[in-house]
C-alpha cells in the first residue's frame, strides 16, 4: 500500500495495490498544486509478512495561469 499526507508524522490517506509484484507504478491523482505530500510504501508478502519504506517529501508543482 501506498500512504499520503501533508505531514510526516500524518499520513492519512492510504492507497491499496492488491497485486504482489516486484515493482509498482502509481498515479495519485486530487493533488493541490504548490503543496508538499509525504509518501511512505507498505510492503506486504503473501505470507503476511510488512515492511515499511522511508518516508519521502514530494512538492507538485505550480498551477498554470
Known sequence: SLKVGLSPTN????ID???YATSHVQTVSGLSASTT??????????AGNSQ??????????SSRP
Open 11 to 14: 499520513l492519512t490517506q492510504t
Open 17 to 19: 495495490v492488491p497485486t
Open 37 to 46: 505530500y509525504y509518501f511512505q510504501v507498505i510492503a506486504t508478502d503473501s
Open 52 to 61: 515499511k519504506s522511508g518516508i519521502i517529501a514530494k512538492t507538485t508543482k
